[in-house]
């Protein structure tokens, strides 16, 4: 094998820069990758940065944005990508093959691995075998750090800080992985507030909660069109049917909150509303035109935040 060949799958002894998790994020990395991002967007950068190396792509669920990102995101550094869409059904993960012995082979041909997995802490799990970095693309109901990475970099963008915010998290927060990764992250910065909006069924579990520390305060509500007026922020989220038990359980929950034309009239002028999509009905198509309506800018965003973290991980 020639020397170009073998390069990009060079190994070293320092470890793989995994990112599973808000616990992979302090404030000051946060501040890295947000500040690279903006230089990314800004035109800056080398789009050679990443040649020759190559990513891999594996999705145990689907998925539009969020792989079609990364995969853009690595193409514009100058990388490659392969890719395993509905990687549970056509990947050797059919024939019985455990996840840790996936990832050990995927990571023995690419120089980074996105995963995303239907069971909560996969990625953690892929991390602990993995000799390549580990990003999540999204672990069941449980977290997904890119997004949330991007959804502050939105809102710093939006409203020019990422401090004593007034967010509201509407929808389904027990398995919305994307409301538990930007509580997370919020709760790095100083004096910001959470309003958790919820019908009791769909609260934010404890356990997600009790990680957030002190520095957040949460306050919980089951009124929405009450809370809007006092935002800076507001997060809506799809009601998951992929997660409940019967369509039944899905029925009563689903449209339980849907922002339309009304709403946004309680929502203040400066406020933005964001949406991680795909959305199901809970925004009214009739927002769109809408200023405040950040939920597209969001997804151009992604693309700049998925350079800097695969260059933080795969370049250093």
Excluded: C
């Excluded at 947000?34 to 594996?58: H, K, S, V």
């Excluded at 999705?59 to 514009?76: C, G, V």
């Excluded at 507030?193 to 404890?206: D, F």
């Amino acid at each position: 094998m020639t020397d170009t060949l073998a390069a990009p799958l060079a190994r070293t002894q320092v470890a793989p820069r995994h990112l599973t998790g808000p616990q992979n994020l302090d404030a000051p990395l946060i501040a890295r990758l947000l500040e690279r991002a903006a230089g990314f967007e800004g035109g800056g950068g080398d789009p050679d940065r990443l040649q020759r190396r190559l990513l891999a792509t594996i999705f145990y669920e689907p998925s539009t944005r969020t792989r079609l990102s990364f995969e853009a995101a690595m193409l514009r550094l100058g990388g490659q990508v392969i890719s395993a869409e509905s990687a549970g059904t056509t990947s050797s993960a059919a024939k019985g093959e455990s996840l840790e012995d996936a990832i050990r082979v995927v990571g023995a041909y690419s120089d980074a691995i996105v995963l995303r997995h239907p069971e909560v802490g996969a990625a953690q799990r892929a991390a602990r075998v993995a000799q390549v970095p580990v990003i999540s693309a999204g672990d069941g109901p449980g977290q997904h750090p890119t997004q949330a990475l991007l959804d502050l970099y939105t809102i710093k963008k939006e409203l020019g800080r990422l401090d004593h915010l007034r967010i509201g998290l509407a929808g389904d927060l027990r398995n919305g992985r994307t409301a538990h990764s930007l509580a997370g992250l919020l709760s790095r910065f100083t004096g910001n507030e959470l309003v958790l909006i919820a019908p009791p069924g769909l609260r934010m579990g404890k356990d997600v909660l009790h990680s957030l520390g002190p520095q957040l305060r949460v306050r919980e509500t089951t009124d929405l069109a009450e809370a809007a007026p006092t935002l800076d922020v507001l997060y809506q989220t799809r009601i998951q049917a992929e997660r409940f038990e019967s369509a039944v359980e899905y029925e009563r929950y689903r449209g339980v909150y849907v922002v339309g034309p009304e709403l946004m009239r309680r929502l203040p002028e400066h406020a933005i509303l964001m949406h991680p999509l795909p959305r199901a009905g809970e925004i009214d198509p009739q927002v769109d035109a809408d200023p405040r309506a950040a939920y597209f800018r969001q997804v151009r965003n992604g693309l700049w935040v998925r350079m800097a973290v695969l260059e933080w991980a795969m370049a250093g």
